[in-house]
């Protein structure tokens, strides 16, 4: 336990100083926005295709954990979408938000920097698969159901195009297709281009965790009452257990995958979850949530590595 805590905690020193520099003024609030842009946008996607470009591409994907993960991802926004209906009475977009927050990890900004410190290269393989369920099923199902639920003036065919645009256009979801196709056809860059494509992607994780230091310092919770918290245990407790579950009953599934898929799904929720949570005038009820979660992730990761 002592030696997976020194491990893991540089990753989120990294986070404190980018709380630090941005309540200190170092990093202006504006600057959060064009980082996260630069990682999104540029270093990650370099990151994954420079990833999978030097992996087989029959090895890089399993069938098996896809499928694992997204049911177990798919249960948990059931189960939580079902308590906040049928327990706590909230409106259905409100239910979908708060449901969305327990079944979507950071995986880009939390877990990955934490599976590549513990497992190494081969933990880009599950990250790009957990990704694709992200991105192209729990991402889409939650935006859709809550715009659907909150009576917005799109008709669902068009939140249905505006989904499909947005996917189409994500630079992350982009390179994974570029790096599984490359690899799968066997060609690599010229040297010149592989090395600044490397030095992208080597930018990816210390500037990911300066910007979750900087967006838990301008976070402005609200008074804290029980639902952050129940979104929080949906996401860190419940989300691995239920991804862990259906890796068990799933064959096919190589154990540092299964390993680390469960520490991805321990993650936080995605750092991006309040300024979702603000289209629907829910942003104090996330930005909360995502305090509370990624603080304790420190604890819960600790506990979930000292397990697999």
Same mark, same amino acid.
């Given at each position: 336990?002592?030696?997976?805590?020194? /491990?893991?905690?540089?990753?989120?020193?990294?986070?404190?100083?980018?709380?630090?520099?941005?309540?200190?003024?170092?990093?202006?609030?504006?600057?959060?926005?064009?980082?996260? !842009?630069?990682?999104?946008?540029?270093?990650?996607?370099?990151?994954? /295709?420079?990833?999978?470009?030097?992996?087989?591409?029959?090895?890089?994907?399993?069938?098996?954990?896809?499928?694992?993960?997204?049911?177990? &991802?798919?249960?948990?926004?059931?189960?939580?979408?079902?308590?906040?209906?049928?327990?706590?009475?909230?409106?259905?977009?409100?239910?979908?938000?708060? !449901?969305?927050?327990? #079944?979507?990890?950071? =995986?880009?900004?939390?877990?990955?920097?934490?599976?590549? /410190?513990?497992?190494? &290269?081969?933990?880009?393989?599950?990250?790009?698969? =957990?990704?694709?369920?992200?991105?192209?099923?729990?991402?889409?199902?939650?935006?859709? /159901?809550?715009?659907?639920?909150?009576?917005?003036?799109?008709?669902?065919?068009?939140? %249905?195009?505006?989904?499909?645009?947005?996917?189409?256009?994500?630079?992350?979801?982009?390179?994974?297709?570029?790096?599984?196709?490359?690899?799968?056809?066997?060609?690599?860059?010229?040297?010149?281009? !592989?090395?600044?494509?490397?030095?992208?992607?080597?930018?990816?994780?210390?500037?990911?965790?300066?910007?979750?230091?900087?967006?838990?310092?301008?976070?402005?919770?609200?008074?804290?009452?029980?639902?952050?918290?129940?979104?929080?245990?949906?996401? %860190?407790?419940?989300?691995?257990?239920?991804?862990?579950?259906?890796?068990?009953?799933?064959?096919?599934?190589?154990?540092?995958?299964? #390993? =680390?898929?469960?520490?991805? !799904?321990?993650?936080?929720?995605? &750092?991006?979850?309040?300024?979702?949570?603000?289209?629907?005038?829910?942003?104090?009820?996330?930005?909360? #949530?995502?305090?509370?979660?990624?603080?304790? &992730?420190?604890?819960?990761? =600790?506990?979930?590595? #000292?397990?697999?």
């Amino acid at each position: 336990m002592i030696n997976l805590f020194l /491990l893991i905690l540089p990753l989120y020193l990294l986070i404190a100083i980018g709380f630090f520099a941005m309540r200190t003024k170092l990093l202006a609030p504006e600057a959060i926005p064009t980082l996260g !842009a630069f990682v999104m946008n540029i270093a990650l996607p370099a990151m994954m /295709l420079n990833a999978l470009m030097g992996q087989n591409l029959t090895e890089a994907f399993n069938l098996g954990y896809v499928l694992a993960y997204a049911i177990g &991802s798919l249960a948990v926004f059931g189960a939580i979408l079902l308590f906040f209906l049928q327990v706590l009475r909230k409106p259905f977009s409100h239910a979908v938000i708060a !449901a969305f927050g327990s #079944a979507a990890s950071n =995986t880009g900004f939390v877990g990955l920097p934490v599976v590549t /410190l513990v497992f190494g &290269s081969t933990a880009l393989a599950a990250v790009s698969m =957990t990704f694709v369920v992200e991105v192209l099923l729990i991402m889409p199902l939650a935006l859709i /159901l809550a715009e659907m639920g909150g009576k917005k003036d799109h008709a669902l065919h068009a939140v %249905l195009r505006d989904t499909a645009r947005n996917l189409i256009r994500s630079p992350l979801l982009l390179s994974i297709i570029a790096g599984s196709l490359l690899s799968a056809l066997g060609i690599q860059f010229v040297g010149p281009v !592989a090395k600044t494509i490397s030095l992208l992607g080597a930018a990816a994780i210390p500037c990911a965790l300066l910007i979750i230091g900087g967006i838990l310092a301008n976070t402005k919770a609200r008074t804290l009452d029980l639902e952050p918290i129940w979104i929080s245990i949906g996401k %860190l407790v419940l989300h691995p257990i239920a991804v862990a579950l259906c890796f068990m009953l799933m064959s096919g599934v190589p154990d540092e995958l299964r #390993a =680390t898929g469960i520490v991805l !799904a321990s993650s936080p929720m995605l &750092s991006i979850y309040p300024i979702i949570g603000a289209r629907f005038k829910l942003e104090a009820l996330s930005a909360t #949530a995502l305090f509370i979660a990624t603080s304790l &992730s420190f604890i819960t990761i =600790t506990l979930i590595l #000292a397990l697999v």
